[in-house]
């Protein structure tokens, strides 16, 4: 039973570094901590989020900088359902998002509509996972 879920814990792993391998190519942006710290990402709105996942490092702050370059009302307003968080857009302004993913996971936003759709992902970097990992394997 220890074995079997020792080795569920190392497939996870194993698929996160492939996963984050993935999201690391042309859509998504691992968030670049600015000098203050905050984890600052520039998104174009326009025919959707670019990009449209952040990869960011739990339980550090986080600053999103909407630039809606479109007059479409569906991007008008930028919704994130599980932190509380509605922004206007107006067309050709820089808008902050600022939070704090306190816990790993997937912190979801997307316009009013749900059409246009992006994530932040809060997750541990490659190092640490690879470090999770190493301290898993001889448990095997
Ligand atoms: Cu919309």
Known sequence: M????VNMIGLGLAGFVVWWFWLSGSKGARAVPA????QEVRVLVKDGYTPDTM??????PVRLIFTRKESAVCSE???????????ELPE???????FV??????????????????K???????ATAKA????TVPLN
């Open 120 to 126: 932040v992902v809060a997750e541990a970097t490659v």
């Open 92 to 98: 050709n302004q820089d808008v902050i998002v600022e």
């Open 55 to 60: 990869l960011v490092e739990p339980g550090r």
């Open 132 to 135: 999770t990992k190493k301290a």
């Open 101 to 118: 993913a306190d816990k790993p996971g997937v912190y979801p936003f997307s316009c009013q509509m749900n059409m246009y759709r992006g």
């Open 77 to 87: 307003r930028v919704v994130f359902p599980s932190l509380g968080i509605h922004r």
């Open 35 to 38: 000098a203050s710290g905050i």
């Open 2 to 5: 220890t074995d079997l879920v």
